[in-house]
């Protein structure tokens, strides 16, 4: 050992966690980097005795990570089309049995897991090949209460709003029809009146009305039929007088 105080032959002092000011320089170029423009954000200058060094960002997104979601979404499309596909065939069975409107359609076809695009898509291939049409089934329903079930105005119109027919289709559908209530309430009412000979007047004048106001007839309108029907068919069976 010299005595002299030389320090030739002592190893270097080596600090354990590295220069002080080059550790606060790093800090401070990471902040920079995460505060400066945004075209520069996440990369580190590099400062003197360091390299420069990308910092990771959250919208870095791996080339692994971007196939996954491509395929995850091609799936979602495939699931997509079998469901649309399925809710196809469900409304063609239903359609081959009974006729539907557009609101009864969409109600089948919701049953599937599908947006409401992917509903709408449906009905509109639907629609334009003729398939659904709210009017020409106001028509039939129109029909079918006329003519086989001698229903008035009243509970047609009632069949029809409950059938799914827009408003407007429906006033337009009974608009059409010709205005013979009287008509086809005293037509009905004569094909009742024939089980009503046995029972006297009073009873068979109050069944014959209420069977008239089911089918949808205004009460005056319905005691008037009911009152021809019953003249027209003669004096009761049971006490022989003739109604009036």
């Excluded at 897991?113 to 009905?123: F, R, T, Y």
């Excluded at 209460?145 to 509970?155: A, E, F, S, Y």
Aim: charged share 30%.
């Amino acid at each position: 050992m010299n005595g002299g105080g030389s320090d030739d032959g002592l190893a270097p002092v080596i600090p354990l966690f590295g220069d002080r000011t080059a550790t606060a320089a790093a800090a401070a170029a990471r902040r920079a980097a995460n505060t400066g423009p945004e075209e520069n954000r996440g990369v580190v200058p590099a400062f003197p005795g360091s390299e420069a060094s990308p910092v990771w960002h959250s919208s870095w997104i791996d080339g692994d990570d971007e196939a996954g979601a491509a395929e995850e979404e091609d799936a979602y499309d495939a699931c997509g089309a079998i469901e649309r596909d399925i809710a196809e065939k469900n409304l063609l069975k239903k359609l081959r049995t009974r006729s539907l409107s557009v609101r009864e359609a969409r109600a089948v076809v919701a049953e599937r897991d599908l947006d409401d695009e992917a509903i709408e898509a449906v009905l509109d291939g639907f629609l334009r090949r003729g398939y659904l049409d709210d009017a020409a089934l106001a028509e039939q329903l129109i029909h079918a209460g006329v003519d086989r079930k001698g229903q008035g105005r009243q509970v047609i119109a009632q069949t029809l709003a409950k059938r799914g027919i827009p408003r407007d289709v429906a006033d337009a559908a009974l608009a059409a029809l010709p205005d013979d209530d009287l008509d086809r309430a005293l037509e009905f009412a004569r094909t009742k009146a024939r089980s009503l000979r046995d029972v006297d007047r009073d009873t068979a004048l109050r069944r014959l009305t209420g069977q008239l106001a089911r089918r949808g007839y205004p009460g005056s309108l319905a005691m008037t039929a009911a009152r021809q029907a019953l003249d027209e068919q003669g004096g009761s069976g049971r006490s022989g007088v003739r109604f009036r």
